[in-house]
């Protein structure tokens, strides 16, 4: 892709292009990913133990809700 991309006329398609380029090239230590040490360790070490909803009666309502959508496990296997 890189050989063609002096080739493009069109604004779009090379701002499209620029971005997939950006998204090969991507890595959690880009300094300029904006996370920081906490954030990247809970990223490449996320928790073992399932997931706990005490007290936060509004994130379990959300999530029963979700999974009550008759397309939800769509969306799960599509992304």
Known sequence: ???????????????SLEFIFGMQAASLD????????????RLRNPPTYPASFDGDRALEAAIKLYIGLNHSDGDYNVA
């Open 1 to 15: 892709m890189e050989e063609i991309y002096p080739n493009i006329k069109l604004d779009d398609l090379r701002v």
């Open 30 to 41: 880009d300094p300029g990913s904006g996370l920081d040490a906490d954030a990247l360790q």
